[in-house]
């Protein structure tokens, strides 16, 4: 059984209420509430009775205009909203500053804001980040911990610059349906 998760239920609009070999979840936006639900939903399954895999799809804006549209393998996630003991932005004082999902993938900057200005992009693009969301590093953080393997997929709903949130809102049915399609197609749905 895999687990298909999502931040937001309008991320997953698109995709029928079930699907053959995935349960569903929907955890709310930002880090924490992505890291509790999916810490709940792992922790209420027995230990030897984990999921196979974990797939993640939601929306991501792009910060790096090399970053085509369409939908993207997330490979690394980092925060950007976050700053270590030295003043270090993008270093948490006790969380590694990278996570990994072991796929050929995207960096995505995580944080607990949405981002849509200029100064932002060029503090997200100085850290290595190429996409930006609001779940992806907890999302991974949590899987590691429960050692289950992890697919992030994020397909770019905005350029994360001014109005980004206003563009976010009408494009997310088209995002969730280029999803669904992507989904369907790589697990023979």
């Known amino acids: 059984m895999k687990l298909l998760v999502a931040a937001l239920a309008s ?5 029928p209420a079930e699907l053959p070999g995935f349960d569903r979840l929907v955890t709310g936006p930002g880090k924490l509430m992505a890291g509790v639900g999916l ?5 209420a399954r027995d230990a030897d009775d984990q999921y196979e895999e974990i797939v993640v799809v939601g929306t ?4 790096d205009d090399s970053v085509a549209a369409g939908i993207h393998d ?9 700053q270590d003991l030295e003043g270090v932005i993008g270093r948490h004082v006790s969380l590694p500053a990278r996570v990994e999902t072991g796929r050929v993938g995207v960096t995505i900057a995580t944080g607990d804001i949405f981002v849509d200005d200029a100064d932002a992009v060029d503090r997200i693009r100085s850290l290595g980040g190429v996409l930006v969301d609001m779940e992806t590093y907890a999302f991974v953080w949590v899987a590691q911990q429960f050692d289950v393997p992890i697919r992030v997929l994020r397909v770019v709903s905005d350029r994360a610059q001014d109005g980004a949130t206003q563009v976010w809102d009408e ?7 280029q999803l669904w399609e992507h989904v369907r197609g790589e697990y023979a749905l």
């Open 11 to 15: 991320e997953l609009q698109a995709f």
């Open 39 to 43: 810490t709940r939903a792992l922790d």
């Open 60 to 63: 991501a804006g792009a910060v």
């Open 74 to 82: 997330v490979g690394a996630a980092i925060q950007h909203d976050v």
């Open 171 to 177: 494009v997310v049915a088209v995002c969730s349906a």
